[in-house]
């Protein structure tokens, strides 16, 4: 999912700079919203590694 989040962050800046606004902002609240996507999938599952961990640890 950061992979595709950082593509689209690539075709904004290439958009961009050849002047397509629309193509850029669309690219960019694509990459905007997989990368935080990214980032709430990541904090739940390290919340789950360390809960699964101190469950396994405590017994």
């Known amino acids: 999912m950061l992979k595709w989040a950082l593509i689209f962050a690539i075709v904004a800046l290439i958009a961009g700079g050849l002047g397509f606004t629309g193509v850029a902002g669309a690219a960019a609240g694509i990459a905007k919203f997989l990368f935080f996507l990214f980032l709430v999938g990541f904090v739940v599952f390290l919340v789950l590694g360390f ?3 101190r ?3 405590g017994d």
Do not use: T
């Open 51 to 53: 809960w699964a961990g």
């Open 55 to 57: 469950k396994v640890a």
